[in-house]
């Protein structure tokens, strides 16, 4: 596909592929995380409770989007309404180091100023 083909998702369907992605994510790691740390985690005010909780809620959410993007140019999410991230000068699959970059940059921006 050329990059004057492609067509942007909108804002709507791009909060409902948010909104899938959160849920699966939770699915995931919300019983790991009780089962580790137990009821109280959910009370407690620290950051960052651990280790395991670094790995769980930090390392493997980036490492799943990543591959997700490298393997199959979408998120759960994304696949759900038929999107995918392509390279914005060739139309094509991105690189694995512009996925790499494309999440830093989401992280960058989403994260909020302390």
């Not at 009821?39 to 620290?46: I, L, N, R, T």
């Not at 392509?86 to 940059?105: E, F, H, I, N």
Request: proline share 7%; glycine share 8%.
């Amino acid at each position: 596909m050329q990059p004057d083909e492609l067509e942007y998702v909108g804002f709507w369907p791009r909060v409902g592929t948010s909104i899938i992605d959160t849920l699966l994510v939770g699915v995931i790691i919300w019983p790991v995380l009780t089962a580790f740390y137990g009821d109280a985690y959910w009370s407690s005010e620290q950051f960052v409770q651990g280790p395991m909780d670094f790995i769980l809620s930090w390392v493997f959410p980036a490492v799943a989007v990543i591959l997700f993007w490298v393997a199959k140019q979408a998120t759960p999410g994304k696949m759900a309404v038929s999107a995918r991230i392509v390279d914005a000068k060739t139309g094509s699959a991105p690189t694995t180091g512009q996925c790499v970059g494309r999440y830093l940059r989401c992280v960058a921006v989403a994260r909020p100023a302390l």
